[in-house]
Every structure is written in C-alpha cells, then in structure tokens.
C-alpha cells in the first residue's frame, strides 16, 4: 500500500491516502476495543477473587 503513495497517478496516491487512514482508524479502533475488554475481565476477575477472600468481606 505505501508503494501506491508513490505512484505517478493522483488517483492512486489519493487512493492509498485514504485507504491507510482508514486502516489506521480501524487498528486504533480495535486496540480500543481489546483494551476494554481486558480491563472488564481484570475487574471481573477482581470481583470473583474478593468473593472467596474472607479478608476483603471482614467487617
């Protein structure tokens, strides 16, 4: 795709510009995506632990 950025074509470079903008918005887009969902297991998993701890439930 960055080989099209220098092609002698307009179209083509206009073409790969947007193509790898969007390609870009989309790995950002899911790295956000994973980053949640880890954060949601961890606090689940934190969650489920404190259950069984009779320390953390001590009043």
Same mark, same amino acid.
């Given at each position: 795709?960055?080989?099209? *950025?220098?092609?002698?074509?307009?179209?083509?470079?206009?073409? &790969?510009? +947007?193509? @790898?903008?969007?390609? %870009? *918005?989309?790995?950002?887009?899911?790295?956000?995506?994973?980053? &949640?969902? +880890?954060? @949601?297991?961890?606090? %689940?998993?934190?969650?489920?632990?404190?259950?069984?701890?009779?320390?953390?439930?001590?009043?």
């Amino acid at each position: 795709m960055t080989e099209w *950025l220098e092609d002698e074509r307009s179209e083509v470079q206009a073409f &790969a510009k +947007r193509h @790898i903008a969007e390609l %870009n *918005l989309m790995i950002t887009s899911e790295q956000r995506r994973t980053e &949640a969902e +880890r954060e @949601i297991r961890n606090r %689940n998993y934190d969650e489920e632990n404190d259950k069984d701890d009779p320390w953390t439930n001590y009043a």
